[in-house]
């Protein structure tokens, strides 16, 4: 599935075909973040022109219709296809499969003490956030489901927010 993805983004869009970001993760250390690209080769410079329009509460920026978003990456972040790469990053120890998402390190800097408890796991591809309603959830209300995580962990846990991720993609 990501040779195919690769294929098509270096085809249709071209070079690069994936954008790394700095992440924070456990305890605060930072790392790369590896996704497939979805935005036009500019959008980290149109960020400040779009800062004013955030559609999110909190330390979190969203915007329903990104005009920096391109067709593909439309698709592929609709399907959550555009975080694929980050199996990479669970491999190499930054990341986990399931826990709460990395925050940039802008979005953690504002953190208050309750929010800077989410830093007490390492960050995952998916999470309760992520199976309980991704961005049409309320800032505070995707904090209070990655402390749910990270205080009543469980393998089991683990597992139902697996299943429930893999019937949300599919």
């Not at 555009?82 to 953690?108: C, H, K, T, W, Y």
């Not at 990270?150 to 599919?170: F, G, K, M």
Request: glycine share 8%; net charge negative.
């Amino acid at each position: 599935v990501m040779l195919v993805i690769a294929g098509v983004l270096l085809v249709v869009e071209g070079r690069p075909i994936f954008y790394s970001q700095e992440r924070v993760g456990r305890a605060g250390s930072t790392f790369r973040c590896f996704k497939f690209r979805t935005m036009h080769r500019d959008a980290d410079q149109m960020l400040d022109e779009l800062a004013e329009i955030t559609e999110a509460a909190g330390a979190l920026f969203k915007i329903r219709d990104d005009p920096r978003v391109t067709r593909i990456g439309s698709f592929l972040r609709e399907h959550s296809l555009d975080e694929l790469p980050q199996i990479f990053n669970v491999l190499g120890g930054s990341m986990s499969v399931v826990g709460p998402r990395p925050p940039l390190p802008s979005e953690a800097a504002t953190y208050n003490e309750r929010e800077a408890r989410r830093l007490l796991v390492k960050p995952g591809l998916t999470g309760l956030w992520q199976v309980e309603g991704r961005s049409d959830l309320l800032w505070d209300e995707g904090v209070y489901l990655d402390l749910l995580y990270v205080e009543h962990w469980s393998p089991l846990l683990d597992v139902a927010i697996i299943a429930r991720t893999a019937r949300a993609v599919i």
